[in-house]
């Protein structure tokens, strides 16, 4: 069939951290089209998907009180500390177990905070199996200013598990703030990391034999230093079904991450769209009524997944001591629905056709040109990620500009 390629195609437009399904199964998918064998084709989707949609992430984060363990599980979960569900933070942990943190939107999702390993009298192996180590995806190691020797080698006794470990240094606001403070002369940013960076190095690679990689962090700020760089590690180790849960459970912080989510829930949508066209093409008719609703549903998922949900929505408005109408109506997913605006959304569905025909084009978009749900999905989630990213960039707008913000109309993405 002349659209099997097509198929293909519309996966190489991802980055392999980004792919939630394998190459092995994208190959088989495209040979069973090609083959007209379009019953094979769908049972290998509905396999993948099936997988995608129920697969668990276990995350273990372990690390010494103080270290900023419980700040980070937080961070991680999109939890603010001074929420109920939160993590306790600042206080001397007791206990030898470990705990579990749901994520708070997505429920196969549990970030394990594990007792730091000098807090307990096991040996390396003797914790791994106490803290049942087989359940987890990875482990992250936290460690602030000084380094445990425990850390390496807890970490030597994961890598001998063949498992995944990622090793994270907190607190660096601190670090640059206290150098900044005792050199301000001489003071340089990216001298003090490197330093941080190689003395963490240093003493892994005595224990270990190998250099692993060392992310230095902010708990208060995840949208800078090697946090990003952590998240896309971790996409990239991860295997492909595992990687859109995970991506749906990073925070909006930046650009990339915003986009990894996109890209994950476009693949998400394109699968459910082929696995529909290859059983039965549905006839491009006039929008009906209860489709819409069940869409709107979609559309609310979607804005709670890139945090424009009303209380995310509010928690910035608090954050920046300003109305929630104030930003939202230069946002454009809030006149989506809107009637009494100039466009019907079948008009705006109908432009957004032609615009992503002309992008991607070619056979594949005949099979899915039918099925209004495809577009129309693809126009909620767009319009999503777009108002995600013009929330982030206008941010700093907020930030250095407070009071002027009514008057200045929004930077907004073209
Ligand atoms: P835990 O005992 O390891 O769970 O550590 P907590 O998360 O309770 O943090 C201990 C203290 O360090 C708290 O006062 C946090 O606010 C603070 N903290 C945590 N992470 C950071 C960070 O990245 N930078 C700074 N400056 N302080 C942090």
């Known amino acids: 069939m002349a659209w099997a390629s097509g ?25 069973y089209i090609e083959k007209n064998q379009l019953q094979e084709a769908v049972s290998v989707i509905e396999n993948a998907l099936r997988g995608i949609e129920s697969a668990p992430l276990n995350i273990a984060v372990t690390g010494e009180t103080g270290t900023g363990k419980s700040t ?179 925070q909006s912080l930046t650009e990339a991450t915003i986009n990894y989510k996109r890209d994950s829930l476009k693949q998400k949508v394109f699968l459910e769209a082929i696995k529909a ?19 709107e549903e979609t559309f609310h998922l979607y804005r709670s997944y890139f945090g424009l949900d009303d209380a995310s929505l509010e928690n910035i408005a608090k954050d920046y001591n300003m109305s929630v109408n104030h930003f939202k109506v230069h946002l454009r997913f809030p006149h989506l629905f809107a009637e009494s605006n100039d466009e019907s959304l079948e008009e705006k569905l109908s432009k957004y056709i032609k615009q992503i025909s002309s992008v991607t084009g070619g056979p594949v978009a005949t099979v899915v040109y039918y099925q209004r749900a495809y577009y129309l999905q693809n126009l909620f989630l767009d319009t999503a990620a777009n108002d995600a990213i013009a929330l982030l960039n206008n941010k700093e707008l907020f930030e250095n500009k407070v009071g002027q913000y009514i008057s200045k109309p929004l930077v907004y993405w073209e």
């Open 277 to 295: 066209g290859a059983i039965a093409t549905i006839p491009l008719g006039g929008m009906i009524s209860e489709d819409i609703e069940d869409l």
């Open 7 to 31: 198929f293909d195609a519309f996966f190489n437009n991802f980055k392999r951290e980004s792919k939630i399904i394998d190459e092995e199964a994208i190959a088989l998918i495209k040979a």
């Open 72 to 250: 980070f599980i937080n961070a991680l979960r999109g939890v603010g500390q001074e929420e109920d569900s939160a993590a306790p933070t600042g206080v001397v942990e007791t206990t030898m177990e470990r705990t579990p943190y749901p994520h708070t939107k997505l429920p196969n999702v549990t970030i394990w905070d594990l007792p730091g390993i000098g807090s307990t009298t096991f040996t390396p192996q003797n914790y791994l199996t106490e803290m049942k180590f087989g359940e987890y995806d990875f482990f992250i190691i936290i460690s602030a200013t000084r380094f445990k020797e425990n850390d390496a080698q807890l970490a030597k006794a994961i890598a001998e598990m063949e498992m995944n470990f990622y090793f994270v240094r907190t607190k660096i606001d601190n670090d640059l703030g206290n150098e900044q403070k005792s050199k301000p002369k001489t003071f340089n940013k990216g001298k003090v990391l490197e330093k941080i960076r190689n003395d963490c190095s240093e003493h892994l690679q005595k224990v270990l034999f190998s250099q692993p990689p060392v992310f230095l962090v902010s708990n208060f700020d995840m949208s800078d230093y090697d946090f990003p760089e952590l998240e896309t590690k971790l996409l990239q180790d991860l295997p492909a079904h595992k990687r859109h849960i995970f991506s749906l459970c990073l």
